[in-house]
């Protein structure tokens, strides 16, 4: 049984589209909100979280809604076709009243393009599953997340060539070219990848293959104190670190043009360097963990990031060396990312992964939705300064509660298909 390469790239397209979206969105929209709307970084971070809070409602229901569904597209294809189309569209009025400075105006496109996107974000992460033998779904979860960082790129690199210097930016040309990268991407989905007929095909296998194999009941145990002690400090690190990593980015592109002195789009050149090492980062870090347990990796990666962010503070203007340190971010967030999701789900029970899973994501998203807030605060009523150290600090806390913890850290297989290193989840 192979992977069909090319039948998994085009499902990634849905995924490259999301992904560039949401790229766009934590760069410029804190840069609309401060510089065009003046809102305080705390109430700008309160924002920024709105789409996670959307999140925790939104997600788990439109996944479970196209679960139930059926029609002629099949399950996933509609919320696809229907929620890109939505998005598009609200999303275009964002540059326009920020052209025009109508808050009331861009905080209605603001709340319709989110809430167009959560429609069809679950579904669309569902569809490669549906379509693809388990067996074989964390290779293709690797072709997917390999299509999310293109996605992040072409963001990163429309940012750079169309946000201006020294100017008031017209981001609407920006914004259109996303647009039209998510409506082709969509469309190239919709015309190659027929759903109907891929997901009978596998449940024709799925049928045939289950006839050969004795089904073994699985059973759920109560799980051991010291087990459920690790899982609680896993779980914590994983608040903490997502918080320092989303507070640095959602507020870089501010800090930046105040700080570091970048004008326009300059400030997407560092990003990118933080994206492109931690893509190339994967492999290696998945090595390094075949041979030295995932603990360990996860608390290099956090060492890694604690350096950096500390180092990055002593930066009052621009200089080479932070595309190093951004790298070295890049790095120690692969390190933790590839490692982390496993840990979890390897404290789990047959039958529970699903249960735990839902445990990874919402202390995730739940470190998504305090930092923007918690960030903004200090950017406003402390400084700017406080952007690193804070991330450092939450970096240390994250090292400790990791410290601590003393199951899930088999070390793992290492799979035939280097490939596969990249499966590190959405």
């Not at 790229?23 to 705390?42: A, S, V, W």
């Not at 903490?240 to 989303?246: D, I, Q, T, V």
């Not at 298909?417 to 989840?425: A, I, P, S, T």
Request: glycine share 8%.
């Amino acid at each position: 049984m192979k992977l069909n390469y090319r039948q998994t790239f085009l499902v990634g397209l849905a995924f490259m589209a999301i992904s560039t979206f949401w790229q766009l969105y934590d760069n410029i929209i804190p840069l609309m909100l401060k510089n065009t709307f003046g809102l305080g970084d705390t109430l700008a971070g309160g924002i920024m979280a709105l789409d996670n809070i959307l999140a925790l409602f939104m997600l788990p229901f439109f996944g479970a809604l196209s679960d139930r569904i059926d029609t002629p597209l099949g399950k996933r294809m509609p919320f696809i076709l229907v929620g890109t189309a939505l998005t598009v569209v609200a999303m275009l009025f964002l540059p326009l009243s920020d052209n025009i400075g109508s808050l009331p105006l861009f905080m209605t496109a603001l709340f319709f393009t989110l809430l167009a996107i959560s429609t069809y974000r679950s579904p669309a992460v569902a569809l490669m599953p549906d379509i693809t033998p388990a067996a074989l779904r964390s290779k293709a979860n690797a072709v997917i997340n390999l299509m999310g960082a293109l996605g992040v790129v072409i963001a990163l690199v429309f940012i750079r060539i169309l946000v201006p210097e020294g100017v008031k930016p017209n981001y609407f040309p920006i914004f259109a070219l996303v647009a039209g990268v998510m409506v082709v991407a969509t469309l190239v989905l919709f015309a190659t990848v027929k759903e109907k007929k891929l997901t009978a095909e596998l449940q024709k296998l799925e049928s045939e293959s289950n006839s050969t194999i004795d089904s073994q009941e699985q059973t759920v145990t109560a799980m051991p104190k010291a087990v459920r002690r690790s899982l609680i400090l896993l779980l914590m690190s994983v608040f903490f670190w997502y918080m320092a990593y989303n507070g640095v980015m959602t507020s870089f592109s501010k800090y930046a043009q105040d700080v570091l002195g970048l004008a326009g789009g300059e400030f997407a050149n560092v990003l990118l360097v933080a994206t492109v090492t931690a893509v190339l980062s994967f492999i290696p870090v998945g090595l390094f963990a075949g041979n030295w347990g995932r603990k360990r990796t996860i608390l290099l990666g956090i060492v890694v990031m604690f350096t950096a962010f500390s180092a990055a503070y002593f930066f009052t203007s621009y200089h080479p060396l932070m595309n190093i340190l951004l790298g070295l971010v890049g790095f120690g967030w692969a390190a933790i990312n590839v490692n982390s999701y496993p840990m979890v789900v390897e404290m789990a029970h047959g039958a529970s992964i699903g249960k735990f899973t839902g445990y990874y994501y919402t202390f995730s998203m739940a470190g998504q939705i305090v930092t923007p807030v918690l960030s903004g605060a200090f950017l406003e009523h402390v400084g700017y300064w406080t952007l690193f150290p804070l991330a450092a600090v939450l970096m240390a806390l994250a090292f400790c509660t990791m410290l601590l913890v003393k199951h899930g850290d088999h070390k793992p297989r290492l799979p035939q298909d280097k490939l596969e290193m990249l499966d590190v989840g959405d």
